[in-house]
């Protein structure tokens, strides 16, 4: 495979490739218009005009990293350590848009197996250099610019092979730089899927899925990543950590559990093994209209906990809903509920799902607004960016909430983000993964961005995460806790807690090279 080129067709300072850029529809831009005052911004600093500092390591660390992965997979070129500065946040692609790269990786590492991996991190142990693992870089909470100026980069994208799939146990092993899309094909060659399908399938990639607990817009039917992974591979400063040989155990603690979520902080995952399931014969996708949030949430509530539960569950908010139809000629109001069904047979599940939805005020919408979701569902960050493009600033947060607390969460963090940003702001939500005792919420900010979008923003997200904290949930469901969450993460844990995350970091990692500044308060 061709990482370069791979990489090359990646647009900077956007999401994902350049062919698939989205324009803003012509009703969305005339909304925005009325509602926001919107100056276009001036045209983004190409790549090659980005300023990088020189690589400062010295000839023995670069000689001695030379020598375990061979001269070419040690790239100290601009354009890939610029590429692997940040993640991919609206404050990061605003800065990169300026030509702003605040810490850049002195080299970007590209290993082709575990042993490599440890190399890697026994050589920068030694030397104290940094090291930030990189899988397909689309994190937006900080996760991939650490505290140390001096880092490098370890890009996981040749770990890219099914290392064994069990059928009769129905599990597979593969390693952590294959990305979600290669991982479906590989898998549907045997009659499999994973059914891990988040907005950043595209380009998001098996370790990164673990290493921040990513969560899936089927995850109704097929569960959360960490639901999947029964077995890992971790590369470790202090040696090599194999954690899962059986279904289900009581031989201790749950070793899993320390690496799935650590973002790369405790160690570097290198190879998974999840829960396949085969293919589904047949799907079915439908909308559903509620007169109000609150109606739809109790709906939706009963389909969590007493079934049938469809495997795709999305229900939008008011404004959601109102945005998502501006311009299809819909004015009816209310809340917006899509619906997803896979299995062998869908339509048993299909009827037994509209008995629960109809007493509870559900109207049904027919099929084309949950077909027009599953076309579209991989459109928002690419959206996004057409919004940059016209000036606007769109920036998402999420949490989740036990069922009782989940209205009054709704409405705090509405009501925090409005506040801090007086002059104007659309605040849209939806809830978009569903379990018996609670639900996510996924909230969406379009707002003029003012003279310094980035911090104007930091105080709006501050604020909603305040909110979220006196509301007693939790300060991430999937986004993870990066650096931008790190401060909420140890208040909602507790400082018996950090000492144990931290005592566990420094037996792993005693020089502290992994991902310094990133989860570990």
Not at 235 to 244: C, E, F, N
Request: charged share 20%.
């Amino acid at each position: 495979m061709n990482m370069e080129g791979e990489a090359s067709a990646v647009g900077w300072a956007r999401w994902g490739t350049t062919r698939n850029a989205k324009a803003l529809p012509d009703s969305a831009s005339t909304l925005l218009a009325q509602v926001l005052e919107l100056t276009p911004p001036p045209p983004a600093v190409p790549l090659a005009e980005v300023a990088v500092p020189d690589c400062e390591l010295d000839a023995r660390v670069l000689d001695a990293l030379r020598r375990a992965l061979g001269a070419e997979h040690v790239v100290t070129a601009h354009d890939a350590r610029a590429r692997h500065a940040s993640g991919m946040s609206t404050p990061d692609l605003l800065r990169h848009r300026r030509g702003q790269v605040r810490v850049a990786p002195q080299a970007v590492l590209r290993p082709a197996d575990h042993a490599e991996v440890v190399s890697i991190l026994d050589l920068c142990s030694r030397y104290r250099v940094a090291v930030v693992p990189f899988g397909g870089g689309t994190s937006v909470v900080g996760g991939l610019t650490p505290s140390a100026a001096r880092h490098v980069a370890v890009d996981l994208s040749r770990l890219n092979d099914v290392v064994a799939i069990d059928p009769l146990s129905r599990t597979a092993t593969l390693q952590a730089g294959m990305r979600a899309p290669r991982a479906a094909e590989l898998l549907a060659e045997h009659g499999f899927t994973l059914g891990h399908v988040p907005q950043s399938y595209e380009y998001a990639t098996i370790g990164g899925f673990a290493a921040t607990r990513s969560s899936g817009q089927a995850s109704a039917g097929y569960g959360r990543f960490d639901d999947m992974v029964m077995a890992l591979t971790v590369a470790t400063p202090q040696g090599t950590v194999r954690t899962g040989r059986a279904p289900a155990s009581a031989a201790g603690p749950d070793l899993r559990q320390i690496f799935l979520g650590s973002e790369g902080a405790l160690g570097v995952i290198t190879d998974v093994t999840v829960r396949i399931r085969p293919l589904p014969a047949q799907s079915h996708y439908e909308g559903w209209r509620f007169e109000s949030f609150a109606d739809g949430l109790h709906a939706v509530r009963r389909l969590a906990q007493d079934g049938p539960r469809p495997t795709v569950l999305r229900l939008s908010d008011e404004v959601e809903t109102m945005i998502g139809a501006t311009g299809s000629g819909r004015a009816d109001g209310g809340c917006q509920l899509i619906a997803g069904y896979e299995g062998a047979d869908v339509l048993a599940t299909v009827d037994a799902a509209a008995d629960v939805l109809a007493p509870h005020g559900g109207v049904p919408l027919g099929d084309e607004p949950g077909q027009q979701w599953a076309r579209h569902r991989f459109d928002a960050p690419y959206l996004r960016d057409a919004l940059l493009d016209a000036g606007a600033f769109a920036e998402t947060l999420e949490t989740a909430a036990y069922w009782s607390a989940l209205p009054d969460v709704h409405h705090r963090v509405r009501q925090a983000i409005l506040e801090a940003l007086p002059d104007g702001a659309l605040v849209l939500a939806h809830v978009s993964h569903v379990y018996e005792t609670g639900a996510s919420l996924y909230f969406t900010v379009i707002c003029s961005p003012g003279a310094n979008p980035v911090d104007r923003w930091r105080k709006a997200k501050a604020a909603a995460s305040d909110a979220i904290a006196a509301a007693g949930a939790t300060i991430s469901h999937h986004h993870g806790v990066g650096a931008d969450h790190r401060a909420w993460y140890a208040a909602e844990i507790g400082d018996v807690a950090v000492d144990l995350l931290r005592a566990v970091k420094q037996q792993l990692d005693p020089a502290g090279i992994l991902n310094p500044g990133i989860l570990v308060p």
